[in-house]
């Protein structure tokens, strides 16, 4: 059985390759900060005192405050876009499965760690469907939340958009960094 793995070059071509393992990779990290999650409550309107009054959020489960669930997911993808994996090429989000396995608190220092789960051709010939396998760990190495998401692509990145590489594993077809 062929195992999907997709080369991220300048022209981001899907490959179906036999025998090799689904390309991987790690975010750079970043810390998260109550101004973080302060933020996210003015964007959202999710104010809850859980998010935004450590008093209260003291007398929780928690013992403080924590941050929102779906500012992990939105965090989560955005430091995947700073492996050069999907800017520029993703046409739409077409679903996303999530699980909340440890509450994310101000001071912890998060990355995601990516693996191309899937790839297939769809019937128009210049995109293509990816699904990726994201987890997002803190500085502990604990699982915080973890989903998978498929994204429709096209197969060709758009040069406007690429801003460079953080990973070679993930795009060994572009030029090494400065």
């Not at 689904?22 to 005192?49: E, K, Q, S, V």
């Not at 994201?134 to 500085?139: G, K, S």
């Amino acid at each position: 059985m062929a195992v999907l793995t997709q080369h991220f070059g300048h022209d981001n071509r899907f490959e179906q390759q036999s025998g090799r393992t689904a390309p991987t990779g790690r975010t750079p990290g970043r810390t998260i900060t109550a101004a973080d999650i302060g933020a996210f409550a003015g964007l959202t309107g999710d104010y809850n005192p859980v998010h935004t009054d450590e008093a209260f959020a003291q007398a929780t489960e928690f013992g403080a405050c924590v941050a929102h669930g779906p500012m992990g997911i939105g965090m989560a993808f955005g430091l995947a876009s700073r492996l050069d994996l999907i800017d520029g090429t993703v046409i739409a989000l077409l679903g996303v499965s999530w699980d909340f396995k440890a509450p994310v608190r101000p001071g912890d220092t998060i990355h995601a760690d990516i693996t191309v789960a899937e790839m297939r051709a769809v019937k128009h010939p210049d995109r293509g469907l990816l699904g990726l396998g994201i987890a997002l760990v803190n500085q502990h190495g604990a699982v915080a939340q973890a989903g998978t998401a498929r994204l429709l692509m096209r197969r060709t990145a758009l040069d406007a958009a690429r801003w460079g590489e953080l990973d070679g594993a993930l795009n060994p077809a572009s030029p090494p960094p400065p």
